[in-house]
T-cell receptor, first 109, second 113 residues
Framework: RKEVEQDPGPFNVPEGATVAFNCTYS??????FFWYRQDCRKEPKLLMS???SGNEDGRFTAQLNRASQYISLLIRDSKLSDSATYLC??????????FGAGTRLFVKA | SAVISQKPSRDICQRGTSLTIQCQVD?????MFWYRQQPGQSLTLIAT?????????ESGFVIDKFPISRPNLTFSTLTVSNMSPEDSSIYLC??????????FGPGTRLTVL
């Protein structure tokens, strides 16, 4: 079983749609959680951190469920510019960071 | 935020040769990381480069294949030695932030023929 698992997609959605990505992690001692965004042929960049209390940044909402070891990312009112691969990232302590394989999103006009 | 540059941005190499990738950061950092991202895959940590000591390699990666240098707090190199087509990948360096996140360099896209 992979340490961090994501649905690879791709998700093909029209502009304005709401899309949700899920991620599960296997190490119950994991300490911090993030979503990164990776555009085609570019490096990953931090999108947002994920907290148990939920974290919202504009159209993006991230949620963590420690009991279920589950992380989610919700994108509302999708834009063409949201097309990218979204990486679920888990830090298990210190700088030990595990990256999920990513979920690809295509937003169509 | 840190500004990170990598050289070369891409290269095409013959099998059996070696390539050295450079990573430059605009500020002093204690730790630098080297990752590999194979086609269609996520990032896998190769090693942590520490200034003043030997790099720490992850399981499945060895110094003979991926020697690393860290001569100062702003610079590191990763060499991919005796390359084979299986080494075709994107190689990225990164530096940690204070919040357990990382800034990544733009990556080096390597194709081995």
């Amino acid at each position: 079983r992979k340490e961090v698992e994501q649905d690879p997609g791709p998700f093909n959605v029209p502009e304005g749609a709401t899309v949700a990505f899920n991620c599960t992690y296997s190490n119950s001692a994991s300490q911090s959680f993030f979503w990164y965004r990776q555009d085609c042929r570019k490096e990953p960049k931090l999108l947002m951190s994920v907290y148990s209390s939920g974290n919202e940044d504009g159209r993006f909402t991230a949620q963590l469920n420690r009991a279920s070891q589950y992380i989610s990312l919700l994108i509302r009112d999708s834009k063409l510019s949201d097309s990218a691969t979204y990486l679920c990232v888990v830090n298990t302590g210190g700088f030990k960071t595990i990256f999920g394989a990513g979920t690809r999103l295509f937003v169509k006009a | 935020s840190a500004v990170i540059s990598q050289k070369p941005s891409r290269d095409i190499c013959q099998r059996g040769t070696s390539l050295t990738i450079q990573c430059q950061v605009d500020s002093q950092v204690t730790m630098m990381f080297w990752y590999r991202q194979q086609p269609g895959q996520s990032l896998t940590l190769i090693a942590t480069a520490n200034q003043g000591s030997e790099a720490t390699y992850e399981s499945g990666f060895v110094i003979d294949k991926f020697p690393i240098s860290r001569p100062n707090l702003t610079f590191s190199t990763l060499t991919v030695s005796n390359m084979s087509p299986e080494d075709s990948s994107i190689y990225l360096c990164s530096v940690p932030t204070r919040m357990d996140t990382q800034y990544f360099g733009p990556g080096t896209r390597l194709t081995v023929l």
